[in-house]
């Protein structure tokens, strides 16, 4: 595989299970941003346990995996029905804490960070499929789930939340229990994502994980369309890699040209591009066809 | 007969030099340059790109690398440790070497990259500490930190018999921690007290509390460990709570750029500041390279990075022309080595300021300097040699 596709892929697959971190919480109106602060630290706690401890990757990704879920689900105790403002400002303090706390930390690196994380599988290209493969895999697995989520009774209630928290009561939803459930899955996706983003690079650095991340996965989101999975699917490798066939004379501008198509899109399409009612005419159109052949 | 036999051991010498010097095949040497031109240091990846491009038009109108031209092509990395990546991954297929990348984050997520491939790629603004990691395929433009900032830190204390305690402001942002702990060594051989640290916030706003902070354990001396703006902040409120002794601050290096200046303004006369650049230096080239900074830049003189891209085109042009590197794609691997060898252990390299030697990827004498400000501008205190 060229390297250049490799690297595309593995930072695509990043950028939409982090938008759908990011997702999936929206669904009941919570921005959690805290997912940034718990790449960081599983990341971190990854880094340190195969270079100092010798864990295998494996035992490191799951612990990673875990440690988020049980920092999303402490964190959702306090703010699993908090008001979005909350929830945003939470995730940010978090990010801060994170970064001052590591910082600090010159086991892990501090300021410098943590270089030199091994090839898993032993050469370099070995490594590159087993994080291609695992990356992709977890795409699979995380969408399937979504979409079972936002097909059922729980996705039901999580729009009923999004729409009117008051009514979503009425009708017997915990709006508590469906919040902090969100939260805490979100929150143990990035864990684990944060260990495969720092061994894409083979190095933690902390300004790997800084407010630039919020602001991509953001921007997936809300191009994409933020009312289904599948606008996270199309918008993100489309903007990610969309720039780096610019011929140098635009690269300069690709953060402007960012910008411009994220206030288009709130003006013109404040639903994204891939909406549900584009989801559900493409269903049906698709099984009409099912049924005319 | 013995005039036939001369020729033909002059022919066969020729035939034999010109087998060994092999002929290049590119039209044209390109050399990428992963720099941040856009984002929150694009203004110094301006400068940075500026002094590559200003190398690259003097070397053509001198004929070029090997007799073919080259040509430095920017490829913006944005601070960004993704865009970073991808960019190295595309360079790595077939470029022969490459310049950057800038700054500590997309180093640390693009070079393995350039190491896993073989590919040189000069990272000549970042400190040893980062460098070495990816040795041999970068070179460090410094000398390790413990090396060469204690005897600039002995030399500044020792212009002044009452200096007895310290005060460090220091900025948690990548080797600038480890730089203040070179600092702390240096006032310990001297047996100066160091009081405790004042930390100041990447993301600081205000700066009074921390200048009482520090004013506040009667410190004789301070050094300034953070970005410019921030070091002219704080030095403007130690002035409010009334600091006089201006030349017992000292900024260290990475501070040194036109942000302290132009936030500092009369503020700052007096402060000494370390660095490598001195702009006091005269030589034919460097006078050219003033001036035409000068002139692209609104009429400031060159900054604390500038010649460091402008010195590595020259390296690389040191090295392909010294090994005979022919840029054959063929020989790409072999090619990329020999260039690491190269410039790994240089001798006697003609850099725009001043000659300096390599060993194993490190710089061995360079010089550094101490200045004081004086109206604005610098002057030179004393030179420092490791």
Redesign the interface.
């Known amino acids: 595989m060229p390297l250049s596709l490799y690297y595309y892929l593995s930072i695509t697959a990043v950028n939409i299970l982090m938008s759908w971190a990011l997702y999936v919480p929206y669904r009941v109106a919570h921005l959690h941003f805290i997912t940034v602060a718990n790449m960081t630290i599983s990341g971190y706690l990854s880094g340190y346990l195969v270079m100092n401890l010798h864990v295998p990757f494996g035992w490191a990704l799951l612990i990673g995996f875990a440690v988020g879920g049980i920092i999303g689900y402490i964190v959702s105790l306090f703010i699993g029905d908090a008001p979005t403002f909350a929830v945003v400002m939470v995730g940010f303090t978090f990010i801060y804490i994170t970064r001052t706390v590591i910082e600090n930390m010159d086991v892990i690196g501090g300021t410098m960070g943590m270089f030199g994380l091994p090839n898993i599988g032993g050469s370099p290209a070995a490594h590159r499929w087993f994080i291609i493969g695992i990356l992709y895999a977890l795409v699979l697995v995380v969408g399937f789930l979504i979409f079972r989520f936002d097909h059922s009774r729980l996705g039901r209630a999580a729009s009923a939340i999004f729409v009117d928290r008051d009514l979503a009561t009425s009708l017997g939803v915990d709006i508590k229990k469906v919040g902090m459930l969100l939260q805490i899955f979100s929150c143990t996706l990035a864990g684990g994502v944060g260990v495969l983003y720092g061994f894409i690079y083979k190095s933690f650095h902390l300004d790997f994980f800084t407010f630039a991340l919020v602001g991509i996965f953001m921007t997936v989101i809300f191009v994409g369309g933020y009312a289904t999975q599948w606008g996270t699917v199309v918008a993100a490798p489309i903007l990610y890699g969309f720039p780096l066939f610019f011929p140098p004379e635009v690269q300069s501008w690709r953060i402007v040209i960012y910008g411009a198509i994220l206030i288009l899109v709130l003006v013109l399409k404040p639903e994204g591009f891939i909406t549900r009612k584009f989801v559900h005419s493409i269903g049906t159109a698709l099984s009409r066809k099912r049924e005319n052949s | 007969m013995k005039k036939l036999v001369g020729v033909l051991v002059l022919l066969f010498v020729a035939a034999s030099l010109s087998f060994g010097q092999a002929k290049v095949v590119v039209n044209e040497w390109q050399v990428p340059f992963l720099n941040s ?3 929150a240091i694009a203004a110094i990846g301006e400068f940075l790109q500026w002094g590559a491009e200003y190398a690259a038009a003097e070397i053509n109108a001198a004929g070029g690398i090997a007799g073919k031209p080259v040509k430095v ?4 990395t ?1 601070l ?4 970073g ?2 960019e190295m ?2 360079l ?2 077939d470029s022969l070497v490459a310049m950057g990348p800038v700054p ?2 997309v180093i ?2 693009a070079m ?2 350039a190491v ?2 073989g590919m040189v790629s000069i990272t000549a603004t970042t400190s040893y ?2 460098a070495e ?1 990816f040795f041999p395929w970068t070179v460090s433009w410094f000398p390790p930190t413990l090396d060469r900032l204690p005897p600039l830190v002995v030399a500044w204390a020792k212009q002044f018999k009452d200096i007895s305690q310290v005060v460090q402001f220091i900025e ?7 730089m203040a702990g070179a600092h702390s060594s240096a006032l310990k051989s001297l047996g100066i007290k160091e009081l405790t640290k004042v930390d100041v916030p990447t993301d600081a706003v205000t700066f009074g509390p921390l200048a009482v902070k520090a004013m506040a354990q009667k410190p004789d001396g301070v050094i300034l460990v953070c970005n410019a703006e921030k070091a002219a902040k704080i030095i403007k409120e130690l002035k409010n709570l009334g600091w006089t002794k201006m030349n017992h601050i000292l900024v260290f290096s990475s501070a040194d750029d036109a942000q302290l200046y132009a936030t500092g303004g009369s503020d700052i006369n007096g402060v000494q500041v370390y660095n490598y650049l001195n702009l006091e230096t005269s030589n034919p080239r460097w006078d050219k390279f003033k001036a035409a900074f000068a002139k692209a830049h609104n009429g400031n003189m060159p900054f604390s990075l500038s010649p460091n891209y402008y010195d590595a085109l020259y390296m690389i042009k040191e090295a392909i022309e010294k090994t005979g590197v022919t840029g054959d794609p063929k020989l790409l691997k072999v090619e990329r080595k020999k260039i690491a060898d190269y410039i790994a252990n240089v001798k006697g390299f003609k850099g725009l300021l001043f000659d300096w030697d390599m060993k194993d990827g490190i710089p061995t004498n360079k010089p550094t300097y101490i200045f004081e400000i004086k109206n604005g501008k610098k002057v030179l205190v004393q030179e420092v040699r490791p």
């Open positions: 031109l856009t984002g092509i920017g490829v913006d944005a960004d440790p993704q865009k990546s991808v991954a595309r790595v297929k500590e984050p640390m997520a393995p990259i896993e491939n500490e980062y990691k948690p942002y990548g080797p600038w921690p480890g």
